[in-house]
C-alpha cells in the first residue's frame, strides 16, 4: 500500500512539474545576452518563425535585419548555424529561457555562455540628450595600438525613433550599425548579428569621448572620438594595393557551385569589362557590397560589364563552399557567378593574390579590369549602408569607375 502511494505521488509530482513547462514559442521575437570577453554582457535581439517550413529568423540591428541561414528545432534543442561563418548558437529551452553556447568552430574553437527569453516586442529605451553633451554627430578616432596611434578610423552618431544609431568607419571598410541609448554624459550601443558580436561603452570627458568596443573574444579595443566636420574620410589609405606588374592582367581561376571550372582566359571575357570581387561568405562587408555589385551588373551587364565573385572561404572543403555560395547568393539575389578559389590561409592566398598584388589588405577587395585586360583600379574594402554619406560616397565612386571602364 506505501509502494502504490509513493509510485502514485511521484507521478503525480512528474505530471504537475510537466505541466508547467511551456513549450517553446513558435513565432515572434526574442531577447538575450551572450558573455563576451571579460564576462562583459554582449546584447541581441532576434526574430524566430519555426512554424514555417523551413523554420525561418532574423538578427535585429534596429532597423537592420540580418537572416538566420539555417533553423532547427528538435523537441526542446534549437541551434542556429552560421554555415558560412563556420558558427553555431546550441541551446536547449527550459521552459521559460533558451540557454547554450556560440561555438566559433576553428582550430581554436571558442564558446561563449548565451541566454534568450521570449518577449512581446522589441523593447525600448529612449535616449535622454541633455543640451550640449549629444554624441550625435561626425568624429575621428584615434586607437592606440603597438605602432603608435592610429587615426584612420572615423566614427558617427546620429538619432532615429529615440534610439542612438552609430558606426565605426575604418579604411578598409565598417564595424557594421550599432544601436543602443544615451544617458547624460554615458552612452552604449550593440550590435549582434551571428557573424559579429559587439558593444561600445563611451564616456564624455569635456569635448571628447573615451571608448571601448567589447567583443565575443580579445581585448577590448580602447579609442578616443575627437569632432570632426565629416563622416567620409579624407585621408589616403595607408597600404594601397596595387599590381606587382601593371602591364599584366590579373588572373583567375575557380570553380561554380555546379563544378564548372571559370578562368580569366574564358572566351566570355574576351573584350569586356570586368568586376572582380575578392570576397568570401563569412564577412560582413561583403555582404553590403553584394547588393551594390547585383545592381551594377543589373545595370550594365547590357553594355559589357561582366562581375565575378572570387569566393575565399573559412575551410578548403569543396563541399561547404558549394553550400555557402548557394546560401549567399540565393539571400541577395545574385545573377552573377560566384567561384570557390580556395580557403584564406596564408599559402592559397600567397598563390593566388599576393603573387600579383602588393599590399593585399584583405576582404573585400574590388578590381576594375578594361576591355583590354588591364587593371585600371582596386577599390579595398567597402563601407556599408549604416555608415550614411560614406555609403552614398562610395554608391557614386562605384558608378563612375563602371561607367568610365564601360565608355
Same mark, same amino acid.
Given at each position: 500500500m506505501l509502494l502504490r502511494t509513493l509510485r502514485f505521488l511521484i507521478t503525480l509530482f512528474i505530471f504537475l512539474f510537466l505541466g508547467?513547462? /511551456?513549450?517553446?514559442? *513558435?513565432?515572434?521575437?526574442?531577447?538575450? @545576452?551572450?558573455t563576451g570577453a571579460g564576462n562583459k554582457q554582449l546584447p541581441f535581439q532576434l526574430f524566430l518563425d519555426l512554424q514555417s517550413a523551413p523554420p525561418a529568423g532574423y538578427f535585429c540591428n534596429g532597423y537592420e535585419r540580418t537572416? =538566420?541561414?539555417?533553423?532547427?528545432?528538435? &523537441?526542446?534543442? #534549437?541551434? #542556429?548555424?552560421?554555415?558560412?561563418?563556420?558558427?553555431?548558437? *546550441? &541551446?536547449?529551452?527550459?521552459?521559460?529561457?533558451w540557454r547554450g553556447g556560440f561555438f566559433r568552430y576553428r582550430s581554436d574553437t571558442s564558446r561563449n555562455e548565451f541566454?534568450?527569453?521570449?518577449?512581446?516586442?522589441?523593447p525600448t529605451q529612449a535616449t535622454t540628450l541633455p543640451i550640449g553633451i549629444s554624441l550625435v554627430g561626425k568624429y575621428q578616432a584615434y586607437i592606440p595600438g603597438k605602432d603608435g596611434v592610429d587615426s584612420t578610423t572615423i566614427a558617427s552618431f546620429w538619432i532615429q525613433n529615440d534610439s542612438l544609431y552609430g558606426t565605426l568607419i575604418?579604411?578598409?571598410?565598417?564595424?557594421?550599425?550599432?544601436?543602443?541609448?544615451?544617458?547624460?554624459?554615458?552612452? @552604449?550601443?550593440?550590435?549582434? @548579428?551571428?557573424?559579429q558580436a559587439f558593444v561600445m561603452e563611451l564616456e564624455l570627458q569635456e569635448t571628447i569621448w573615451n571608448g571601448s568596443l567589447y567583443a565575443r573574444i580579445g581585448k577590448p579595443m580602447q579609442f578616443r572620438l575627437v569632432p570632426r566636420a565629416s563622416a567620409v574620410s579624407?585621408?589616403?589609405?595607408?597600404? *594601397?594595393? @596595387?599590381? /606587382?606588374n601593371p602591364k599584366a592582367p590579373f588572373t583567375f581561376l575557380g570553380t561554380t557551385m555546379s563544378g564548372q571550372l571559370i578562368s580569366s582566359t574564358d572566351d566570355r571575357f574576351k573584350g569586356k569589362a570586368l568586376l572582380l570581387d575578392i570576397m568570401g561568405t563569412w564577412c560582413h562587408n561583403c555582404m553590403d557590397a553584394a547588393p551594390l555589385l547585383q545592381q551594377l551588373y543589373s545595370e550594365f551587364g547590357k553594355d559589357g560589364i561582366e562581375v565575378v565573385g572570387l569566393a575565399f572561404e573559412i575551410s578548403d572543403s569543396p563541399d561547404l563552399a558549394k553550400k555557402n555560395l548557394s546560401l549567399f547568393q540565393q539571400r541577395y539575389g545574385l545573377t552573377y557567378?560566384? =567561384?570557390?578559389?580556395?580557403?584564406?590561409?596564408?599559402a592559397n592566398v600567397e598563390l593566388k593574390l599576393r603573387n600579383q598584388l602588393d599590399n593585399f589588405a584583405g576582404y573585400p577587395t574590388t578590381i576594375l579590369v578594361n576591355n583590354k585586360g588591364l587593371v585600371e583600379k582596386i577599390h579595398v574594402g567597402f563601407k556599408g549602408p549604416g555608415t550614411g554619406e560614406a555609403y552614398q560616397e562610395q554608391v557614386h565612386q562605384y558608378y563612375d569607375a563602371v561607367k568610365h571602364l564601360i565608355n
Open positions: 508547467c513547462q /511551456k513549450s517553446i514559442p *513558435l513565432k515572434g521575437m526574442w531577447a538575450g @545576452t551572450t537572416p =538566420i541561414p539555417e533553423i532547427q528545432l528538435r &523537441g526542446d534543442s #534549437l541551434s #542556429l548555424h552560421f554555415s558560412e561563418y563556420g558558427a553555431a548558437m *546550441l &541551446g536547449i529551452w527550459n521552459g521559460k529561457e541566454i534568450a527569453s521570449p518577449i512581446e516586442a522589441a575604418a579604411p578598409d571598410g565598417d564595424y557594421g550599425l550599432f544601436v543602443g541609448t544615451q544617458q547624460g554624459s554615458t552612452a @552604449t550601443l550593440a550590435r549582434f @548579428t551571428g557573424w579624407s585621408s589616403a589609405q595607408e597600404h *594601397l594595393t @596595387t599590381m /606587382k557567378p560566384l =567561384i570557390f578559389c580556395g580557403s584564406t590561409q596564408d
